[in-house]
């Protein structure tokens, strides 16, 4: 099984990747920055497999760039205190 198949095990990943971009010296703006970067390359590049993922595409592509970033950041927030490390 795949980490994306799981939405738990995907907040862990993202959590473990956000704790290893942190204590490598990474700053919240850069995170943030990448954050943004990565809804918009899933939401062009990725085909949502479920109802879930469908609907953050959704609100992806109906926000402006300034309500996407606040997206990001939230996205952020929830895995903050996530991950298996």
């Not at 862990?12 to 704790?19: K, N, V």
Request: glycine share 6%; charged share 25%; no cysteine.
């Amino acid at each position: 099984m795949s980490v994306i198949d799981n939405f738990e095990s995907w907040k862990d990943f993202l959590g473990d990747r956000l704790h290893d971009a942190q204590n490598n010296g990474i700053g919240n703006q850069a995170v943030s920055e990448l954050a943004y970067d990565i809804g918009n390359y899933l939401s062009t590049e990725v085909q949502a497999k479920n109802d879930q993922e469908k609907m953050l595409s959704d609100l992806w592509n109906a926000a402006d760039e300034k309500e996407q970033h606040a997206i990001a950041n939230t996205m952020v927030k929830l895995v903050q205190n996530e991950g298996t490390k």
